[in-house]
């Protein structure tokens, strides 16, 4: 062997060795796995959403002994979207974070967000266990780049109590709006001193919803003047036309009232409150899917919170098993008990555990029913989660009731739709 051989095999020799403990090294390293998350509910109520985060992140370390997950605590809601820019912005995204409301596309866009296509996540076989509405907020431009992780869906709360003096049958599956709006008429009495009403909470953004409609598309294009807007603007009038004077919440709280919307998140919140609770038990009430212009209408409308994968993050693999731990069926199970949402995975919503949680509800065995809320999120579109989202909808909505008050919609949603779309936000 030549001394020029002889250095080649010492140092192919060193190499190795070298590999070998640095393998060992990094192999005894922590790994640290970040999240980015709010304190608060998605929702705006009292939630212990919390727990059931800490509970995952324990039982993925459990099975990950060398990963470590951290978050940053204390962050509210009002303030994440702030703060995750700002990580974005200076190259220190976490891992896996919750999409903040109306940033989903445009961090999708920006290539912000890692395609879940190339992950385990991302089959069509793991897709399937969701809900499609849910499932559906997630998606940019044909790509799943996020997964829901709870929803919110938006029902039609009724005093059965009502209905029953009147005679009217309750309908399981909800009506149709001309049916909807034909009981509204019987139950309206005549006697303006009567204190009986038909509806309250009932606006013109859940009648869009019944026809089918949005006020963007997912691209983020304001379509305002459209033939669903105008039939639902319409369907508004005829019902303020039957009403002699407008319900408020308290009329319905007193037993008054026949029909309220409300989401899952407002109902369950009433729960934990023996003082709200003991409001409702005057009178008998349910729960049922909102109606709609035809039986092919999603009419319920769907607040979706996604979680997602940075698309910078070096753990992408570790990063996709968090995110399959945080939409597990023992984690959906928890967040059903513990959050005041509802489950994103069609198994955990029809489980025996979700059936004996809403059966022993305190506001009435039979007022929500898992069944129900199985049909309704079937049945339910998602909000967009497109920019400045919250803003047009606040925008839209001081218009178009504006013009309703003015009665000038016929001639304003033109003009309504043209200053939206220049100055969104």
């Known amino acids: 062997m030549t001394r020029r051989h002889l250095y080649l095999f010492v140092a192919s020799v060193v190499l190795v060795v070298l590999s070998v403990l640095g393998y060992w090294w990094y192999q005894g390293q922590t790994i640290v796995i970040t999240l980015g998350t709010y304190a608060d509910s998605s929702w705006g109520v009292p939630s212990s959403s919390s727990k059931v985060i800490d509970e995952a992140i324990a039982r993925f370390e459990k099975k990950h002994p060398k990963v470590k997950v951290i978050y940053e605590t204390g962050i509210r809601k009002k303030d994440y979207a702030d703060w995750l820019a700002q990580k974005i912005v200076s190259g220190k995204e976490p891992d896996v974070f919750v999409v903040p409301d109306d940033d989903f596309s445009r961090l999708a866009s920006i290539g912000a967000l890692k ?27 044909k790509e799943q780049y996020a997964l829901p992780f709870e929803s919110n869906p938006t029902m039609l709360c009724v005093n059965t109590d009502i209905l029953a003096q009147k005679g009217i049958a309750i309908s399981q599956k909800g009506w149709d709006l001309t049916t909807f709006l034909s009981i509204c008429k019987q139950l309206t009495p005549t006697d303006s001193s009567l204190q ?86 005057t009178f008998s009430w349910t729960c049922l899917p909102l109606p709609a212009a035809s039986s092919d209408v999603k009419a319920s409308q769907l607040s979706v919170s996604l979680l997602a994968i940075g ?26 008990k513990y959050s005041q949402g509802a489950s994103v995975i069609k198994k955990v919503m029809v489980s025996k555990e979700t059936q004996q949680l809403f059966q022993s509800d305190h506001l009435g065995a039979n007022v929500v029913t898992s069944s129900t809320l199985d049909y309704i999120l079937k049945h339910s579109q998602a909000q967009p989660t497109v920019k400045d989202y919250q803003n047009i909808l606040a925008k839209s909505d001081y218009l178009i009731t504006k013009a309703l008050k003015q009665q000038t919609v016929d001639n304003d949603l033109i003009t309504i739709e043209k200053e939206i779309t220049d100055n969104p936000s």
């Open 196 to 281: 009986l009403y038909s509806l309250t909470g009932y606006d013109w953004q859940t009648a869009l919803a019944a026809y089918g409609g949005q006020i963007v598309t997912a691209d983020g294009d304001v379509t305002i003047n459209t033939p669903q807007m105008k039939k639902a603007l319409n369907y508004i009038h005829q019902l303020s036309d039957i009403e002699t004077r407008e319900a408020t919440d308290n009329d319905f709280d007193q037993g008054e009232v026949a029909f309220k919307p409300m989401t899952l998140a407002q109902y369950r919140t009433y729960k934990p409150y023996p003082y709200r609770s003991a409001k409702y038990t």
């Open 311 to 336: 698309a910078k993050t070096r753990h992408a693999r570790l990063a996709s098993q968090l995110l399959s731990e945080f939409t597990s069926d023992e984690t959906q199970q928890s967040l059903v």
């Open 115 to 141: 395609k879940l296509s190339s992950l385990s996540i991302g089959d069509k076989k793991a897709l399937s266990r969701f809900y499609p509405s849910a499932l559906a907020a997630g998606r940019y431009a």
